[in-house]
């Protein structure tokens, strides 16, 4: 596996590939890598020969007051996660190599960033439509992995490749991953307490029961139930929302802000 710390020594590597015939698949990460991001590798090695795993924990992303400066940054254990999963080349460049002195663009998210988290997290889903075409745009893969874990971020992704006309095969869905417990598999579950990570088992679960009620319930009542659970058990609800055929949360156990999301069955509601 190669270690690419800037736009060169990837392109060299990609070259390489290239001129072996290979499909290339891209996984976007932040880093942090867990067994989430180990199944994006693995599904991106079923449409692809090789795999590019970028690791960047892009600053544009994140709000003033968010967890940029703190976010965990484990190189060496990820390249043994990434290596592991199968990937060929990581490619993780510096703010520097990113946004060279001068960057002065944006790729706006559009509408869909401005519901649900981006009516939290303003700004972040331009962060994120900006860096990933960037990373499109310089690996050019065949396909890229996106894990349904972040649904809302599937579907910027999604909007920008088809509206800007990115040349790429495919958008690839991936499985969101789970603990034993039901808590979907986050870098960030590493900053909950012991008392959080007992309770961080109830984001699912509501999930799960809110999608229930649904099938006798009104959205109105079942969506305030949802959050009057969460909010009972301790949790600050940023929303409980349905989109198109997706029930998604965001709320916060003490500092740390959890996502998740299920597909509604309709047909068998
Ligand atoms: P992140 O490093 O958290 O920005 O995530 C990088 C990619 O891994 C994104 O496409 C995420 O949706 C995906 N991902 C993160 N956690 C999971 C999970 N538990 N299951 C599946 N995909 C995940």
Redo the contacts with the bound molecule.
Sequence with gaps: MILAHDLDNLQQSLLELAQAGKRVAL???????????A??ITLALEHADAVVVS?FVNPTQFGKNEDFSVYPRTLEADMKIAQEAGASIIYAPSAEDMYPEGFNTSVSAGRIGTLLCGKFRTGHFDGVATVVTKLLLRVMPHVA???????Q??CVIKQVVNDLDIPIEEIIP?????EADGL?????NHYLSEDERKIATLLYQTLKNTANQLKTSSVTDALAKGVADLTSNGYKVDYLEIFEDHLLVAAWLGKTRLIDNIKIDYENQ
């Design positions: 996984v976007p990460t932040m880093g942090a890598l867990h067994a989430g991001h199944s994006l690791i992995v996106f894990g349904m874990k972040d649904y971020q599937l991936a499985p969101i991953v789970r979907a598999l986050s870098s960030r």
